[in-house]
């Protein structure tokens, strides 16, 4: 079983910042990605930021964000403890959705090793004046 707890979320003012803050636990073998997702009322869940580990030193862990988001949103993470952030900036009112964290793990089921995807429960982000 896999663990998936989000943090951080509330209300600001456009153009403010919110960091949300996320931290995966349990049994797996390897975290292969960890992503941002956000759904406002009426909407699709779309995805925001995510961050790909390589597992590896001669490769590094590649990023990418949705457009929208784009040099606003920043997305950090530590693949020793499991950990995500995403650092929001001038924030819009469109912003306003609640954000879930996802995580593609690599787990061990018998002798194969197969992807298991987690999510977490949401954190509400609300952009108003």
């Known amino acids: 079983q896999v663990h998936v707890v989000e943090s951080g979320g509330g209300l600001v003012q456009p153009g403010g910042s919110l960091i949300l803050d996320c931290a995966a636990s349990g049994s797996f073998k390897r975290i292969s990605f960890m992503a941002w997702y956000r759904q406002a009322p009426g909407k699709e869940r779309e995805l925001v930021a995510r961050?790909?580990?390589?597992?590896?030193?001669?490769?590094?862990?590649?990023?990418d964000y949705a457009d929208s988001v784009k040099g606003r949103f920043t997305i950090s993470s530590d693949n020793a403890k499991n950990t995500v952030s995403l650092q929001m900036n001038s924030l819009k009112p469109e912003d306003t959705a609640v954000y879930y964290c996802n995580v593609l793990v690599m787990t061990t089921v018998g002798v194969t090793t197969l992807p298991r995807t987690y999510w977490g429960q949401g954190t509400q982000v609300t952009v108003s004046s």
């Open positions: 961050t790909i580990f390589r597992g590896t030193t001669d490769y590094a862990d590649t990023t």
